[in-house]
């Protein structure tokens, strides 16, 4: 009798559950999908049911109802991814449907990298004055409250969060000067980054190779760092050398993180400098020595053998001090251009050269240059751009960086790509792009930017997946979504989950590759047929809706 009861309980509760889910409207059901829920776990078939936002139901919705259905069969179902360290402060403002990222699947930025949007001075807006005023951009806000504000006025289709950088409370106290901070100058920075926390900072971050960031001094990143630390945040790092001084710029970063008694985020990692390939095997073994002996240490990666920064890291941090103005005037010195040049062509401690690590002129290419006149020379290297002007390649650099005003965009081929495999495979490394928020027209088309501005998602997904086997499908999902979540205390991002925000990406894995290279690189990738931010359908069939759903995620010190 008793098994009676339970056969009739089971078909009750069956055709109960199934009139249920046909009595109930989704806002969106993506159908009969390979599901792979962001943990790591082999993926499945299945339904997602969406409704206000939410991931409601995970299963199978038989013939539920939806406002949209979306057929799903032969793709993968995944969380939307989260970009670990982007760049778009200024784009985002400029256009918020943030197009070379949500079309990549990404559904959260996270932006900051030792500047950052907040706090802003009068110096620091005199600085900063020429890129706002090419973008078109008011600087009218001062805290990080007031610069979320403006951008939600638009409204944006992804998510986004940020650091507070150490460079920049270092700018808005003492300027771009080369010296320790006085106890009351520290202090009103510890009270900047205290601000900063509250308005909803994921933590701090430094950029150590990068006047003023790189004038700051162990001591004072370890005071910063430990008013973080009270707010539940993490210190994210460009360490001070990523090529023949890496391990002694690794231990820096632990030794902050172990003192100011809080994780510890390494930016982009990689080895630089061909004379350093192969020391990922040290780089790595360093970090897991730190993370045996209890520092939270993890780490990120762009899949990419080029870095990208400004032509003005390739000069002696030295000719940066006290702002833009001197160091422009210092560059127009015919003596002192010969004493930066040598510097530049020999070793030297304290900086990192970054003419000499990818291996001269010839191996570094000219990304973007503000002046018409100058454009000829994106996309070339140095050495063939100088060839054109008829000039030494230093002198062509000098000027070039004079003419505009600072303004010279870089990519330096300075990697190998078994180091890049090798960081790939560690599982504390997720994945970030290092770049902003890009279409391919109007001014945020200009030049030729890295094509990790628009690939590195799906180029991840393609080559490294698909095509090489370096990582499965899953562990990759799991570096792009739940891991990254779970770093920034996003406690309702990163799987597939019921109850869990509806931030979903859906790609063929069998398509999905990025298009964007280095001469061409304002081409959008292939693969990733609908984005979901929110529980809004951002990207349908490969097109951008115009929807604006994207919300700010704040940081765990946020009141």
């Given at each position: 009798?008793?098994?009676?009861?339970?056969?009739?309980g089971?078909y009750?509760?069956?055709?109960?559950?199934?009139?249920l889910?046909?009595?109930y409207?989704?806002?969106?059901i993506?159908?009969?999908?390979?599901?792979?829920?962001?943990?790591g776990?082999p993926?499945?078939?299945?339904?997602v049911?969406?409704?206000d936002?939410?991931?409601?139901?995970?299963?199978?919705?038989?013939?539920?109802?939806a406002k949209?259905?979306?057929?799903?069969?032969s793709?993968?179902v995944?969380?939307g991814?989260?970009?670990?360290?982007?760049?778009?402060?200024?784009?985002?403002?400029v256009?918020g449907?943030a197009?070379?990222k949500?079309?990549?699947g990404?559904?959260?930025l996270i932006?900051?990298?030792?500047g950052?949007?907040?706090?802003l001075?009068?110096?620091?807006?005199n600085?900063?004055k020429?890129?706002?005023?090419?973008?078109?951009?008011?600087?009218?806000?001062?805290t990080?409250k007031e610069?979320?504000?403006?951008?939600?006025?638009g409204g944006?289709?992804v998510n986004?969060?940020t650091?507070?950088?150490?460079?920049?409370?270092r700018?808005?106290?003492i300027?771009?000067?080369n010296r320790?901070?006085?106890?009351?100058?520290l202090?009103?920075?510890?009270?900047?980054?205290?601000?900063?926390?509250e308005?909803?900072?994921?933590?701090i971050s430094?950029?150590l190779?990068?006047?003023?960031g790189?004038?700051?001094k162990?001591?004072e990143l370890?005071?910063?760092?430990?008013?973080?630390s009270k707010y539940g945040?993490?210190?994210?790092t460009?360490?001070?050398?990523e090529?023949?001084?890496?391990?002694?710029?690794l231990?820096?970063a632990?030794?902050?993180?172990?003192k100011?008694?809080?994780?510890?985020?390494i930016?982009?990692?990689k080895?630089a400098g061909k004379?350093n390939?192969?020391n990922?095997k040290?780089?790595?073994s360093l970090?897991?020595?730190?993370?045996?002996?209890?520092?939270d240490i993890t780490?990120?990666?762009?899949?990419y053998i080029?870095?990208?920064?400004?032509?003005n890291?390739?000069?002696?941090?030295?000719?940066?001090?006290?702002?833009t103005e001197k160091?422009?005037?210092?560059?127009?010195d015919k003596e002192?251009?010969?004493?930066?040049?040598?510097?530049?062509?020999?070793?030297?401690?304290?900086?990192?050269n970054?003419?000499l690590?990818?291996?001269?002129?010839e191996?570094?290419?000219i990304?973007?240059?503000?002046q018409?006149k100058n454009k000829?020379?994106?996309?070339?290297?140095?050495?063939?751009a100088?060839?054109i002007?008829?000039?030494?390649p230093?002198e062509?650099?000098?000027?070039?960086i004079v003419?505009?005003?600072?303004?010279?965009?870089?990519i330096?081929?300075?990697?190998?790509?078994?180091?890049?495999?090798?960081?790939?495979?560690?599982?504390?490394?997720?994945?970030?792009s290092?770049?902003?928020?890009?279409?391919?027209d109007?001014?945020?088309?200009?030049?030729?930017?890295?094509?990790?501005?628009?690939g590195?998602f799906p180029?991840v997904?393609?080559k490294?997946?698909?095509e090489e086997?370096?990582?499965?499908?899953?562990d990759?999902?799991?570096?792009?979504t739940?891991f990254?979540?779970?770093?920034?205390?996003?406690?309702d991002?990163?799987?597939?989950?019921?109850g869990?925000?509806?931030?979903?990406?859906?790609f063929?894995?069998?398509?999905?590759?990025?298009?964007?290279?280095?001469?061409n690189?304002h081409?959008?990738?292939?693969?990733?047929e609908?984005?979901?931010?929110n529980?809004?359908?951002?990207i349908?069939?490969?097109?951008?809706t115009g929807?604006r759903?994207?919300?700010i995620?704040?940081?765990?010190?946020?009141k």
């Amino acid at each position: 009798m008793k098994k009676i009861y339970k056969v009739i309980g089971f078909y009750v509760l069956f055709f109960g559950l199934n009139l249920l889910l046909l009595s109930y409207e989704f806002d969106i059901i993506i159908k009969n999908g390979r599901i792979i829920d962001g943990t790591g776990n082999p993926w499945f078939y299945g339904d997602v049911g969406v409704k206000d936002g939410k991931i409601v139901f995970v299963g199978k919705t038989g013939n539920g109802n939806a406002k949209k259905v979306i057929e799903s069969r032969s793709l993968v179902v995944a969380p939307g991814f989260i970009d670990v360290l982007d760049q778009s402060d200024f784009t985002i403002l400029v256009d918020g449907n943030a197009e070379s990222k949500i079309r990549q699947g990404v559904t959260t930025l996270i932006y900051g990298e030792g500047g950052s949007a907040a706090p802003l001075t009068d110096f620091i807006k005199n600085e900063w004055k020429r890129e706002a005023e090419h973008y078109g951009i008011t600087l009218d806000w001062t805290t990080l409250k007031e610069y979320y504000e403006k951008l939600m006025k638009g409204g944006i289709s992804v998510n986004i969060a940020t650091y507070v950088g150490a460079a920049q409370v270092r700018m808005a106290v003492i300027g771009a000067e080369n010296r320790e901070p006085t106890h009351d100058e520290l202090e009103r920075m510890k009270q900047l980054v205290a601000q900063a926390m509250e308005d909803g900072a994921v933590g701090i971050s430094s950029a150590l190779i990068y006047p003023p960031g790189s004038f700051a001094k162990t001591d004072e990143l370890i005071e910063l760092c430990k008013v973080v630390s009270k707010y539940g945040g993490i210190y994210a790092t460009h360490i001070r050398n990523e090529g023949d001084r890496q391990v002694e710029a690794l231990k820096e970063a632990i030794e902050i993180g172990m003192k100011a008694n809080l994780p510890v985020e390494i930016f982009h990692f990689k080895v630089a400098g061909k004379e350093n390939w192969g020391n990922s095997k040290i780089a790595i073994s360093l970090i897991e020595e730190a993370r045996s002996k209890g520092l939270d240490i993890t780490a990120d990666q762009y899949p990419y053998i080029a870095s990208s920064t400004s032509i003005n890291a390739t000069v002696p941090p030295w000719v940066h001090e006290g702002g833009t103005e001197k160091y422009l005037s210092r560059l127009q010195d015919k003596e002192l251009r010969k004493k930066i040049k040598d510097e530049m062509l020999h070793k030297k401690e304290g900086w990192e050269n970054m003419y000499l690590g990818p291996g001269g002129w010839e191996n570094i290419l000219i990304a973007s240059l503000k002046q018409e006149k100058n454009k000829i020379y994106e996309g070339k290297s140095v050495s063939e751009a100088a060839k054109i002007a008829k000039k030494d390649p230093f002198e062509f650099v000098f000027d070039l960086i004079v003419e505009e005003k600072g303004s010279v965009g870089a990519i330096y081929f300075s990697m190998a790509e078994n180091d890049v495999k090798a960081i790939m495979k560690t599982p504390w490394v997720m994945i970030d792009s290092d770049w902003s928020a890009l279409r391919p027209d109007g001014i945020l088309g200009e030049g030729k930017p890295h094509p990790r501005a628009y690939g590195t998602f799906p180029r991840v997904l393609g080559k490294y997946v698909r095509e090489e086997k370096i990582l499965t499908l899953e562990d990759a999902i799991r570096k792009m979504t739940s891991f990254p979540a779970q770093r920034f205390k996003f406690k309702d991002r990163g799987l597939i989950w019921e109850g869990m925000s509806a931030d979903i990406t859906v790609f063929n894995p069998e398509t999905v590759i990025d298009k964007a290279t280095f001469q061409n690189p304002h081409q959008y990738p292939e693969g990733i047929e609908y984005v979901i931010v929110n529980g809004i359908l951002v990207i349908d069939k490969g097109n951008h809706t115009g929807a604006r759903s994207g919300k700010i995620l704040y940081g765990p010190g946020k009141k």
